[in-house]
């Protein structure tokens, strides 16, 4: 949504009354859902002493106090689950640095949730029910596709068994700009950020299993073909990613071995290392129950439900 430049009306909101009542009606809805369920709402830290270190996340800093603006409240949630909350779920703000664009906002909205003793298949049926319970497409015709699935279909590669070479060409191809030197992570990315999301059907859509260089908080499994993936599964709604969930990782050591990959990876993108997050370490010794989580986005959502195609016309304002 463009910006006329004009001082005189940059004081206004972005976003219309409409549409503020429409989001008010939304979180609502959401926190009827949850209720009725009896999902216990927390509201917790957005200022951290400890960010996440996902190489593809940058996160927002303060001086004074000197902590970061959280890009979700995982770490946060997970030490309550540790706790004995049972089953939780955040409604607020999440930051994340660099994120602008018709989707993406630096400071967003975001509805996180996490289920004791569900699995990721348990979570994806309530994912859909939320969804038609808000006005979106009926949750029977929610589709789910495996991520092997959906890039063999589209791009005739199999994501777990294809050579880097073969998957760095593609990525090449596609970004126009040589790739080769790309991890494996990177180059699926790639391919399926601008080569296969817009072609998902129309819809809710949950995809899948994912490649275990893809693994980021969620523990590893093996599919009905002996191969391991990444209990792991993204929502999108007509093509527009909407949420990011997985069967949560409860293993403090390898925990603790991620971080130090996503520092590795930080590094070789020129990125400042982050420092592991010990109270998180310390509750998953502690012992964090089975569980599955999601985080979704909710301007997204009512972007979909307004028919909106930019962020700025769900939210008040930009600044």
Known sequence: MPNDGDISTEWRPTTSNDTLIKRARLLAQVREFFALRRVL???????????????????????????????????FMKRLLAAGSGPIYSLGKAFRAGDKGRNHNPEFTLLEWYRPDWDENQLMAEIAELLESVGCASSAGAQRVTYRDIFLATVNLDPHQASLVALAKLASDIAQRDMSDESRATCLDLIFSFEIEARLPQGIVFVHDYPACLCALAQLGVDDQGVTVVRRFEVFLDRTELANGYFELLDA??????????NRQRKALGKPEMPADE??????????????????????LLMYLVGAQYIEEVIAFLD
């Open 279 to 300: 109270k998180l370490l310390a509750a998953l010794d502690a012992g964090l129950p089975s569980c599955a989580g999601v985080a979704l986005g909710i301007d997204r």
């Open 41 to 75: 709402e927390v509201d917790v830290p957005v200022l951290g002493e400890r960010t996440v270190s996902d190489p593809h996340l940058d996160s927002l800093y303060t001086e004074a106090p000197r902590r970061y603006l959280q890009t979700s409240p995982e770490y």
């Open 253 to 262: 050591a390898e925990q603790r071995r991620r971080f130090s990959e996503d």
